[in-house]
C-alpha cells in the first residue's frame, strides 16, 4: 500500500520506518540536551548543600568555642618588679591517699595525711608564722610590716578531704590555710559542703578565695563568660560568708592580659598563680607565685621550699 506524501508514493511502512528514526533522532537530541543541564541543577544543588552544610558546621563551631579571635590575649607573664618580699606561698590539692592508682593526675596533686602532719608541725616547730593574702597585700603595697618567717599555705578545689583530712591537722598546729572555692562545684559528692565551709571559716584558722564558679579554663572564655565566673564566684562567696573575697586563684594557673585586666574590674586586690618562686612583689600580685607542694617529696625536700 502506497500513500502519497509531498507529491510522492510513498509505501506504508517506509513512511512509518521514517516516522519512527525522525522521533527516536528527535528523542536522542533532547536527551543529550537535558543531560548537562540535569547534571549542572544536581552540582549546583550539590554544592548549595555543601556550603550550607559548611556553613553551619563553622557556626556551630563558633558557638562551641567560646573564645574569640581577639579575645585570645596574649598569655600574662608576671615580672618580679617594685617592692618585694619573701613570702612562700604554698600549693596543695588533694590532703588524702589517692583511692585510685590509675588516675596519674590526682597521684600528682596529693599528699597523705601523714607527710601533710609532719609538714605542718615543721611549720609550728620551726618557728614559721602563717599568715593570709589579706596581711601579705599591705605589707607589699605599702610598706606595712610581716611576723617572722611568714608563709602562707593555699588549698585549691575546695574537696571534701580538707574536712576530714587537712582541717584536723591545721587546728592541731594551728595554722592557718586558704582555701580556693569553685563555688559552683560545691554541695556535689567530693566536694565541700556549705556548712563545712562555714563551721571551718568560724574557727579563725581557714580563710577563703575565689577559683571562678566551674572552674574553666579563664583565658579560653568569652569576656561575658569571664566576667560572669570571677564576679559570681565572688558574689556567693562574700554573700554564703558575709566577709568581703579580695583574692582569686586562676584555675590550673591559666591567665591573661586579659583575664587580669577582669579580675581587676571584678573588685580583686590580687590572685595567685602557679609558676614558681618565693618571691612576692608589687608587680605580680595579679598573678602570685606558689610553690606547689608534691606528695612525692619527703621533710627535707619540704624544708627547702620554704
Same mark, same amino acid.
Given at each position: ?190 566536694? *565541700? ?5 562555714? /563551721? ?57 592580659? *586579659? ?22 612583689? /608589687? ?24
Amino acid at each position: 500500500m502506497r500513500i502519497k506524501f509531498f507529491g510522492f508514493k510513498v509505501p506504508l511502512s517506509v513512511l512509518l520506518l521514517s516516522g519512527i528514526s525522525i522521533f527516536l533522532l528527535a528523542l536522542l537530541s533532547l536527551q543529550k540536551t537535558s543531560t548537562p543541564l540535569n547534571f549542572a541543577i544536581k552540582k549546583s544543588l550539590l554544592t548549595n548543600t555543601v556550603k550550607n552544610s559548611s556553613s553551619s558546621a563553622s557556626l556551630a563551631t563558633t558557638s562551641a568555642t567560646p573564645a574569640k579571635e581577639s579575645q585570645k590575649a596574649e598569655i600574662y607573664t608576671p615580672q618580679i618588679n617594685g617592692r618585694e618580699l619573701r613570702v612562700p606561698i604554698l600549693l596543695y590539692h588533694y590532703i588524702g591517699n589517692n583511692p585510685n592508682p590509675k588516675d596519674i593526675a590526682r597521684d600528682a596533686l596529693s599528699i597523705s595525711p601523714d607527710k601533710f602532719t609532719a609538714q605542718m608541725k615543721y611549720l609550728h616547730d620551726n618557728g614559721y608564722n602563717t599568715i593570709t593574702l589579706d596581711s601579705l597585700y599591705p605589707a607589699l603595697m605599702n610598706g606595712g610590716s610581716l611576723p617572722p618567717k611568714p608563709v602562707i599555705v593555699t588549698v585549691d578545689d575546695g574537696y571534701e578531704d580538707f574536712y576530714y583530712n587537712a582541717y584536723q591537722i591545721l587546728r592541731q598546729y594551728g595554722i592557718h590555710a586558704t582555701v580556693f572555692i569553685p563555688t559552683g562545684l560545691m554541695n556535689q559528692g567530693y566536694y *565541700l559542703t556549705w556548712a563545712q565551709i562555714k /563551721e571551718m571559716a568560724g574557727s579563725g584558722l581557714i580563710t577563703y578565695g575565689a577559683h571562678s564558679v566551674h572552674h574553666y579554663n579563664l583565658p579560653s572564655l568569652s569576656i561575658s563568660s569571664l566576667d560572669s565566673e570571677l564576679t559570681e564566684s565572688k558574689k556567693v562567696l562574700q554573700d554564703e560568708l558575709g566577709v568581703p573575697i579580695n583574692f582569686m586563684a586562676y584555675p590550673g594557673g591559666a591567665s591573661s592580659n *586579659l583575664v587580669v585586666a577582669e579580675v581587676q574590674k571584678a573588685g580583686y586586690l590580687g590572685a595567685v598563680g602557679t609558676w614558681a618562686s618565693k618571691m612576692q612583689s /608589687e608587680g605580680t600580685i595579679y598573678n602570685m607565685p606558689r610553690i606547689k607542694v608534691s606528695g612525692s617529696i619527703d621533710l627535707a625536700a619540704f624544708a627547702n621550699l620554704l
